[in-house]
């Protein structure tokens, strides 16, 4: 299969970077090609150009190869901490230039003629892994859960994956090694159950 897994932050020795690079380490095991994208060293501009809003390519040669590897892949893995019950900067730019009309979604008209989304992907599956410093029940409690509605309904449904997994690790500032490696570990486990090896031919 191949998977395509995004990181989001600023420091790739941080333990969300350790969680992707956990992920990631479990799928390659698994057998699965991985096209792997840490948005910070790569260098991405989140920066939405007038001429993209109307045009279904861009001239970022970057955009362009994310869309594509974003079409093929069988499955997604996105890693990224809450701030302030968002994703980074550069990571919503990602979603505004990379999960655009023609490439993850497209609109079709209904009965009475309104414009509905259709989703194009052909990923049946995505997990969302999220660090935090505030603990889920508080978040929760205060905000519901608007990460979750942000992967779960507003990107992955109306793209077309129907199964969508996201994880929470939390309290990020106050975990010690032992806590950390049972995240990292929890990481392996779902990207293994997520996304099991290829079945052999017979």
């Known amino acids: 299969m191949n998977i395509m897994l995004v990181l989001a932050h600023p420091v790739r020795a941080s333990l969300t970077g350790a969680v992707a690079e956990a992920a990631r380490d479990a799928l390659l095991a698994e057998g699965h090609a991985v096209q792997f994208h840490h948005l910070d060293e790569e260098g991405f501009d989140p920066r939405l150009p007038a001429a993209e809003l109307t045009a279904r390519r861009s001239d970022d040669p970057m955009v362009e190869r994310h869309c594509a590897e974003l079409a093929a892949a069988d ?3 996105i890693v990224h901490p809450n701030w302030w019950s968002q994703p980074p900067g550069n990571l919503k730019g990602w979603i505004d230039r990379v999960v655009r009309p023609g490439v993850a979604y497209d609109f079709a008209k209904d009965d ?3 414009s509905l989304p259709v989703g194009l992907l052909r990923a049946r599956a ?3 892994f999220n660090t935090a410093n505030v603990p889920q029940a508080q978040e929760l409690a205060l905000l519901g859960d608007p990460l979750d509605t942000l992967w779960r309904k ?3 449904e109306r793209c077309g994956v129907k199964r969508v ?3 929470v690790f939390a309290v990020a500032a106050a975990a010690g090694p ?3 490696a049972v995240w990292l570990e929890r990481a392996r486990t779902l990207a293994r159950e997520t996304f099991p ?3 052999q031919e017979r």
Do not use: D, L, Y
Request: with cysteine.
């Open 75 to 77: 499955g997604i893995v």
């Open 112 to 114: 009475a003629g309104r």
């Open 126 to 128: 995505a997990i969302v």
């Open 154 to 156: 507003c990107v992955f």
């Open 165 to 167: 997994h996201r994880e």
């Open 178 to 180: 032992e806590e950390r």
């Open 197 to 199: 090896a290829p079945t």
